[in-house]
């Protein structure tokens, strides 16, 4: 050692044992220092849509956030929030017809799902989990419906919303390169490699669940900040971010990017009901 830090890796040179004061110290410091890659990260991430990927693929990467990292770190936060906005009874209602079957959360008060007087558990399960389904693999689909709604209507559908949280944070990663795929095919002109198109959704999930779980927050803790006028805002913010994002990371025209801005907007919608009802229909087989 020459100095303070390794010539070779540029750690910085410690002591191999630190005392709780020492950690606190070095804790704080991270967190408040005006060069912290924290802070310059998240104000990167907020208000320049599509820098950090673009500094990430130009090879500028020691002062901001691991991609990864920021991702699984505001995802966790994100939904620890949703965890304190779903504190009310909730239930998953099970329709089934000709469209086929459908899943939504809903209060246990709503659509009959409360217990009549003097209704015994058993009683309203046979009143209630009667799935009308006549689909394919009739057999296999209604005892595990069945199942489900036993479980649901003894838990209160507490388990099946924990569940449910629980598995979309990780049905949302594994929702990325899927929507990596579609971003290759519509910039196939000039070429990009499959990795950037996945940062690209890194980064701009990453924001969504930065600005998103704020938002929850506010309306949990400290709803008098939150205002009609300032959600519109930010519905309007995030598709225009959006746009700038693909615009900086692309460079290609407005009204091309409008366009492609679009259809993923389409890809997004329809992918995303897709993930919603595997998510929910696995987290009613898993409980």
Request: aromatic content about 14%; overall charge positive; some cysteine.
């Amino acid at each position: 050692m020459s100095g303070k830090y390794c010539g070779q890796c540029g750690q910085r040179f410690e002591h191999e044992i630190h005392s709780v004061r020492h950690f606190a110290r070095e804790a704080t410091e991270d967190l408040t220092h005006a060069d912290s890659r924290l802070w310059g990260t998240i104000i990167a991430l907020l208000f320049k849509p599509g820098f950090l990927t673009r500094e990430f693929l130009s090879g500028r990467r020691v002062r901001y956030l691991p991609p990864l990292r920021l991702y699984l770190v505001l995802s966790v936060l994100f939904f620890l929030a949703m965890g304190f906005e779903n504190n009310s009874d909730r239930a998953v209602s099970i329709k089934t017809g000709t469209g086929g079957p459908s899943i939504a959360l809903v209060n246990p008060d709503d659509q009959g799902l409360a217990a009549k007087p003097g209704e015994t558990l058993e009683q309203r399960e046979a009143r209630i989990c009667i799935p009308q389904y006549d689909g394919p693999a009739r057999s296999l689909v209604v005892p595990f419906l069945q199942k489900g709604c036993r479980d649901m209507l003894e838990h209160r559908g507490r388990t099946v919303a924990e569940a449910f949280t629980h598995n979309l944070s990780k049905a949302m990663f594994i929702f990325l390169p899927v929507l990596a795929l579609a971003m290759k095919a519509m910039y196939r002109r000039p070429r990009h490699y499959y990795v950037e198109h996945l940062l690209f959704f890194v980064h701009n999930h990453a924001f969504g669940f930065l600005v998103f779980g704020v938002l929850v927050l506010l309306q949990r803790f400290a709803p008098e900040l939150i205002s009609g006028l300032l959600e519109f805002v930010l519905w309007l913010y995030v598709p225009y971010y959006v746009f700038v994002s693909m615009r900086q990371v692309y460079g290609q025209g407005r009204w091309l990017t409008f366009a492609k801005l679009v259809m993923l907007f389409f890809t997004y919608l329809i992918g995303g009901a897709l993930v919603y009802a595997m998510t929910a229909l696995y987290s009613v087989y898993s409980i």
